[in-house]
């Protein structure tokens, strides 16, 4: 910052005319995008009104209305007569004439995204021992009343068969089935309400399980399963699909009607 | 007819009696089997199959059984284990909140206390519950402290007595026969030898139903062995036809421990990983314990 202050009334204000810092087309082939660079050639005079702008700012405020008055007019002159290069002097942004518009556009160059469309998931199937001895989809069930131990052994499973390169298609939870459990006093006919019971699942699903390898994954989810936890490995069926979706009372409805 | 053929050629086992030369045969003569492709894969338990032919080669077949009972109870954690069981919960308790059981329960011994302090017991006493939360309370703990959990060691255990099954029951448990093999009399697992005309899998059941009856519940796991077992008769017994013999494993699960039924054959054991030792050769128990599982 400058030390001293600096009065406008004694800054050469520059005028017009060609651009002391150097041709236009020297500007141009140095800086291919006509961008200025960082660290501007100002001529002295332009330096020193910037400079005399921002000491002043902090000193009193009729210096400073005087200074922007300047400033402005010098600048609006620069805008009409040497703009290659000054952008950011000037401070304003590539207008639609100017070589640079459009700098910044990238969306063209995007691939088209294909509006997404809210559409029933259709499900595969695969081979079950076929001529290559591969299940097809298996879902390995975990249920359990304890949540944490549950949700841990899913992704422990989970974990495993990424390890052991089988791949896993899916692992869902199913929803939460509340159950209260009622106490029958010895003498008394009231139902009491003893506890609530949380049942909790969780299902793993893989593909491409190999029959030789099937018993030794077996074995090691057997031997790591935790107390509490019982395991159920099945083939994927419609049946198990359709009872994740939701019924929809209205819809069914409103189609026996129609039908 | 279907046995079981395997790509990959057998290790020289049996102590190195085995040539490569053998092995390198083996493989090239793959009969005309039915194929289950047997992968080797790095889980412990490789599933290893060697090809053998028919009656061109000398080798005899047999299917033996490993028969596991499931641990019961889980093991015990280690040390380290339970001391960061111990401070996780003791983080988890410092992080929760509290239950509508406490909160309850800390509501009503407010009320209680006010109640003692100054006596404006009748607004209160009207919306009360008949059974506050402490007495509940105490009714859970009388009922917790009825409850009698089974002990973890069993008579069985104080007695070592290795023909029970109600023995170890956090580990594996696999049976163990006394077989007679050429003059010798050696624990095994139970083994028949293949005929011709069956799987080995039922060659290896067979070999279960001769030694502990027909109803036996038990659970084979897939049509894969687990392992095999390979050795050369010794030089006296040794002919052209009769070089040695392949002792095909596989494994199954005991669904019951209900053995009520008679045993055959009275020298049976049932005994974990870490005791095979004391009742198996050398050899035999390297190869058995490659496809034992004990987490």
């Known amino acids: ?259 | 007819m279907a046995a079981l053929m395997a790509a990959a050629p057998a290790r020289a086992g049996s102590g190195a009696r085995g040539t490569p030369g053998a092995g390198g045969d083996m493989a090239g003569h793959c009969g005309a089997r039915a194929m289950a492709a047997p992968l080797a894969r790095r889980a412990a338990g490789s599933a290893r199959g060697v090809c053998s032919a028919a009656a061109q080669r000398p080798w005899r077949l047999f299917g033996a059984m490993c028969l596991l009972r499931l641990p019961r109870i889980t093991q015990p954690l280690e040390k380290e284990e339970e001391e960061v069981a111990a401070l996780m919960e003791q983080i988890e308790l410092e992080k929760s909140h509290y239950s509508d059981h406490e909160i309850r329960k800390l509501e009503e011994e407010e009320a209680l206390r006010r109640k003692k302090e100054s006596s404006y017991d009748e607004d209160e006493a009207r919306g009360k519950t008949v059974i506050m939360a402490q007495d509940l309370e105490e009714k859970w703990e009388q009922k917790f402290l009825s409850f009698k959990a089974a002990p973890r060691i069993t008579d069985a255990d104080k007695n070592n007595d290795r023909t029970s099954l109600s023995r170890k029951l956090d580990s594996n448990l696999m049976l163990l026969v006394k077989q007679k093999i050429g003059n010798q009399e050696l624990w095994l697992l139970p083994q028949v030898e293949w005929q011709p005309g069956e799987t080995l899998r039922n060659t290896a059941e067979r070999a279960m139903a001769t030694f502990l009856g027909d109803h036996i519940q038990a659970k084979v796991l897939g049509n894969a062995p687990y392992g095999i077992y390979k050795y050369k008769f010794p030089r006296a017994i040794r002919t052209e036809n009769n070089v040695g013999a392949k002792v095909f494993f596989f494994k199954a699960y005991l669904q019951s421990s209900d053995l009520s039924r008679a045993e055959l054959k009275a020298d049976y054991l049932w005994v974990t990983k870490k005791e095979l030792g004391d009742y198996l050769k050398s050899e035999y128990l390297k190869k058995v314990n490659r496809f034992l599982l004990d987490l």
């Not at chain 1, 700098?103 to 001529?131: A, D, N, W, Y």
Request: proline content about 4%.
């Open chain 1, 1 to 259: 910052m400058y030390s001293s202050m600096i009065d406008a009334r004694d800054i050469p204000q520059w005028r017009g005319g060609l651009i002391p810092h150097g041709d236009k087309d020297e500007n141009r082939r140095r800086d291919p995008c006509n961008l200025l660079l960082l660290y501007p050639k100002l001529s002295l005079g332009q330096r020193s009104l910037l400079g005399g702008g921002k000491v002043l700012c902090s000193e009193k405020g009729v210096l400073l209305r005087h200074v922007f008055a300047l400033s402005r007019a010098a600048t609006a002159r620069e805008n009409r007569l040497c703009a290659a290069g000054d952008a950011l002097l000037a401070c304003h942004r590539s207008y639609r004439s100017r070589p640079t518009h459009g700098i910044g556009r990238f969306q063209h160059l995007l691939p088209k995204e294909v509006p997404k469309r809210k559409k029933e998931k259709v499900q595969m199937k695969e081979i079950s021992e076929g001529t290559e001895y591969q299940y097809g989809d298996l879902n390995i069930q975990m249920t359990s009343y304890d949540l944490c131990l549950v949700e841990h052994f899913a992704q422990y499973v989970h974990r495993l068969c990424n390890r052991l390169s089988i791949r896993v298609n899916e692992s869902y939870a199913m929803p939460t089935k509340t159950n209260e459990v009622l106490f029958l006093e010895e003498r008394g006919s009231k139902m009491q309400l003893d506890a609530v019971l949380t049942t909790h699942q969780r299902v793993v699903q893989i593909r491409g399980l190999s029959s030789t390898f099937a018993p030794i994954l077996l074995e090691i989810i057997q031997s790591s399963q935790p107390e509490g936890v019982h395991l159920l490995m099945k083939q994927h069926t419609e049946a198990d699909f359709k009872s994740r979706l939701k019924s929809r009372p209205e819809l069914e409805e409103l189609l026996a009607e129609m039908s």
